[in-house]
């Protein structure tokens, strides 16, 4: 839902439009959270969404870690398309069967989740990610990994360094904004200083108590989002972005307009 009138209607469709400009390659985002409940899922689907629907050009998002998945609570009762399931195509794969194991959302996102959540171990998981990172990026302006808080193993080291910019997502207390800090910290010590440099920190109000924090209470470096309290995009909640608050939609423009910079330059 848009401003209806005036000044602040005219603001976000100009930035809107802004938002299709041509990219000069597709980007790949990594979506990491400092706890469960701090909103990453729901970022990459909100986001993947947003950028999905107002570009009019395939999005995907991805369960990345080889075990853990959280996007298959937004795809309903139908049966999600996997990384695996993509990983069996041939190399050389049209788009169109790329698209029969994903699923596709209203928004025209497009998922490839665990199933049930979760998925058995898988020890080609490195592999089977590269390989389908390599099968989509003729096709995607985006994908979107959606990965758990774990920075410090084999298989976190080959999604981030396949990343074009990192999306941090914590809460608004004090103890998630410190656990965001670590794991800068640990970004850093695992020689991925680089996305560092030119993180977005994406800070959300939750539980509605409170309205948002100021950037005077992050010291991350990057750029930073602030994402209001909004019920409709809670994880078990989301219902397409018809449904967000104004104030929501507003701040993942700005999180859209950061991430559509990148493809641009």
């Not at 947003?50 to 080889?66: I, K, Q, S, T």
């Not at 058995?120 to 390599?134: D, F, I, K, M, S």
């Not at 970004?187 to 100021?214: Q, Y």
Request: charged share 25%.
């Amino acid at each position: 839902r848009l401003p209806r009138f005036g000044a602040a209607r005219r603001d976000i469709e100009a930035r809107l439009e802004q938002l299709r400009a041509p990219l000069r390659q597709g980007v790949r985002l990594t979506v990491l959270g400092t706890h469960t409940g701090a909103g990453r899922p729901t970022t990459t689907v909100v986001l993947g969404s947003l950028l999905a629907a107002v570009r009019g050009e395939p999005v995907l998002a991805l369960d990345g870690a080889p075990t853990e998945g959280a996007l298959h609570a937004f795809v309903g009762n139908r049966e999600p398309g996997s990384v695996r399931d993509l990983a069996r195509l041939p190399a050389s794969a049209p788009y169109e069967e790329i698209r029969r194991r994903t699923t596709r959302l209203d928004s025209g996102l497009e998922v490839a989740a665990h199933r049930g959540g979760i998925s058995g171990p898988n020890a080609a998981h490195t592999q089977e990610y590269t390989r389908v990172l390599e099968q989509t990026d003729p096709y995607y302006s985006f994908v979107l990994t959606d990965w758990p808080s774990t920075v410090s193993n084999r298989s976190a080291d080959v999604v981030l360094g396949l990343t074009d910019r990192l999306i941090l997502c914590c809460g608004h207390s004090r103890w998630t904004v410190r656990r965001a800090a670590d794991i800068v910290e640990e970004l850093r010590a695992s020689r991925h200083g680089r996305l560092v440099d030119d993180m977005i920190l994406v800070v959300t109000d939750t539980d509605g108590s409170r309205r948002g924090v100021s950037p005077e209470d992050v010291r991350l470096g990057g750029r930073m989002v602030l994402i209001p309290y909004d019920p409709l995009v809670r994880r078990d909640g989301f219902q397409g972005l018809g449904r967000l608050r104004p104030a929501t939609t507003r701040a993942f423009v700005e999180l859209a307009e950061l991430v559509v910079e990148a493809g641009r330059h």
